[in-house]
């Protein structure tokens, strides 16, 4: 069965995206089995990996995106599956094993426009088709925006673990603690809609720190954040396992590059090799601690 993992935290900026990407990258190339989700209405992750001409194109009309399983509601997730996502210049498959449900603007509609049936709401639904896929992967990730509202409540739902990408800032620790309120209340709105085989509401597992600035230094608020996480774990309000991430990783020029071509960083050319090595090695590490600890949480 899948290990499916959100990442999510209320501050927005800290690079979320960036690292769910390239982790994900990093796990297909270890020969694991990918789908990657793209929860943000700004669909970054998704015109990222599709480079903006195929993105445009699911843009324009909205079919093939995420929202389409509510509305018009006459397709399902397995209809929306990009397999290998990522491809070279030529269109070639560079990266077998890493899949894309993608998302278009449009998804900002679930969050307003969108009547939905108190019998089944958004993230049940969401959930009742995303485990008609869960046999195909070993790693379903999903790219949640910054908040608990309804497309980040379908990662929420449905996931068995969440991990919180942070900076080394204040501001990182503020949205760390509004996100273990919101996703405790949450979790109480939605207790009446799981049932056993779903398992228990998946709360924090970890905290990585991620887009860390040459010459910082992250002593201080790694201490706050180990501070807090040890008062939530007292109060039970995250997983007994949860922790601090031993790997981390560095801000590079290198993953903005990767971004304007399209690819993962381990993609990038030889421009910046010696960068991209480096932090290419801090997302491999992210990628192992996290295989690691999901031995060690079972």
Same mark, same amino acid.
């Given at each position: 069965?899948?290990?499916?993992?959100?990442?999510?935290?209320?501050?927005?900026?800290?690079?979320?995206?960036?690292?769910?990407?390239?982790?994900?990258?990093?796990?297909?190339?270890?020969?694991?089995?990918?789908?990657?989700?793209?929860?943000?209405?700004?669909?970054?992750?998704?015109?990222?990996?599709?480079?903006?001409?195929?993105?445009?194109?699911?843009?324009?009309?909205?079919?093939?995106?995420?929202?389409?399983?509510?509305?018009?509601?006459?397709?399902?997730?397995?209809?929306?599956?990009?397999?290998?996502?990522?491809?070279?210049?030529?269109?070639?498959?560079?990266?077998?094993?890493?899949?894309?449900?993608?998302?278009?603007?449009?998804?900002?509609?679930?969050?307003?426009?969108?009547?939905?049936?108190?019998?089944?709401?958004?993230?049940?639904?969401?959930?009742?088709?995303?485990?008609?896929?869960?046999?195909?992967?070993?790693? +379903?990730?999903?790219?949640?925006?910054?908040?608990i509202l309804r497309a980040a409540q379908c990662g929420a739902f449905s996931a068995n673990e969440v991990y919180v990408?942070s900076n080394p800032d204040a501001l990182s620790l503020i949205g760390f603690?509004?996100?273990?309120?919101?996703?405790?209340?949450?979790?109480?709105?939605?207790?009446?809609?799981?049932?056993?085989?779903?398992?228990?509401?998946?709360?924090?597992?970890?905290?990585?720190?991620?887009? +860390?600035?040459?010459?910082?230094?992250?002593?201080?608020?790694?201490?706050?954040?180990?501070?807090?996480?040890?008062?939530?774990?007292?109060?039970?309000?995250?997983?007994?396992?949860?922790?601090?991430?031993?790997?981390?990783?560095?801000?590079?020029?290198?993953?903005?590059?990767?971004?304007?071509?399209?690819?993962?960083?381990?993609?990038?050319?030889?421009?910046?090799?010696?960068?991209?090595?480096?932090?290419?090695?801090?997302?491999?590490?992210?990628?192992?601690?996290?295989?690691?600890?999901?031995?060690? +949480?079972?």
């Amino acid at each position: 069965m899948a290990r499916k993992i959100a990442f999510i935290n209320y501050k927005g900026g800290v690079g979320k995206t960036s690292l769910i990407v390239n982790v994900a990258s990093c796990l297909a190339k270890q020969g694991k089995r990918v789908l990657l989700f793209d929860l943000d209405t700004q669909s970054n992750a998704s015109i990222w990996l599709l480079r903006l001409e195929r993105w445009n194109k699911i843009n324009a009309t909205g079919e093939g995106a995420l929202f389409s399983i509510f509305s018009p509601g006459k397709v399902r997730l397995k209809d929306l599956l990009i397999k290998d996502v990522t491809e070279g210049k030529g269109g070639e498959k560079v990266l077998p094993g890493l899949d894309l449900v993608p998302t278009a603007f449009n998804l900002v509609d679930l969050e307003g426009e969108f009547e939905a049936d108190p019998r089944k709401p958004p993230y049940l639904l969401f959930y009742e088709e995303l485990h008609e896929l869960e046999g195909d992967y070993d790693f +379903i990730l999903f790219d949640c925006p910054p908040n608990i509202l309804r497309a980040a409540q379908c990662g929420a739902f449905s996931a068995n673990e969440v991990y919180v990408p942070s900076n080394p800032d204040a501001l990182s620790l503020i949205g760390f603690t509004l996100l273990v309120e919101k996703l405790f209340k949450f979790h109480q709105l939605s207790a009446s809609f799981r049932t056993a085989a779903m398992g228990v509401p998946a709360i924090v597992q970890g905290i990585i720190f991620n887009a +860390i600035k040459t010459g910082v230094d992250i002593e201080v608020p790694k201490m706050r954040m180990q501070l807090r996480l040890n008062q939530y774990k007292t109060q039970r309000r995250v997983a007994s396992t949860a922790k601090m991430f031993e790997a981390q990783v560095r801000d590079a020029t290198v993953v903005h590059r990767a971004v304007a071509l399209g690819l993962p960083v381990n993609f990038v050319g030889q421009q910046g090799l010696e960068e991209s090595d480096n932090v290419l090695n801090d997302y491999r590490r992210v990628a192992q601690e996290l295989i690691k600890h999901g031995e060690i +949480i079972g």
